[in-house]
């Protein structure tokens, strides 16, 4: 098993950046697909961006595309979702996920692991 815990979210005006890191323990997040999802209130849990094991495979939600960047370090056993020029539709919190598997998957239902969370606050 993975143990997944995010950190970097905060509190940025509209049209800010922010890093979230996903750091693992237990096994190396290069053997999972990770993803990057989020939670709005009063919303469901939606996807914002995968990466497959090797990072090679990226894919992205249309509301995120072009402003958000996923990434990973399999050395550090960090996962990074860099979000750049944030709106305050992107306020939520936002989870890590580990699935064990080789492919990039949008649907929550696939990953076997999930962090806490951390709050992104969004102000306009």
């Known amino acids: 098993q993975v143990q997944l815990v995010e950190s970097g979210g905060g509190l940025v005006q509209a049209g800010g950046s922010l890093r979230l890191s996903c750091g693992a323990s237990g096994r190396t997040v290069s053997s999972y697909s990770m993803g990057w999802f989020r939670q709005a209130p009063g919303k469901e849990r939606e996807f914002v961006a995968a990466?497959?094991?090797?990072?090679?495979?990226?894919i992205y939600a249309d509301s995120v595309k072009g402003r958000f960047t996923i990434s990973r370090d399999n050395a550090k056993n960090t996962v990074y979702l860099q979000m750049n020029s944030l709106k305050p539709e992107d306020t939520a919190v936002y989870y890590c996920?580990?699935?064990?598997?080789?492919?990039?998957?949008?649907?929550?239902?696939?990953?076997?692991?999930w962090g806490q969370g951390t709050q992104v606050t969004v102000s306009s």
């Open positions: 996920a580990a699935a064990d598997a080789w492919a990039v998957y949008r649907s929550s239902t696939v990953y076997n692991f």
């Open positions: 990466t497959s094991r090797s990072g090679g495979n990226t």
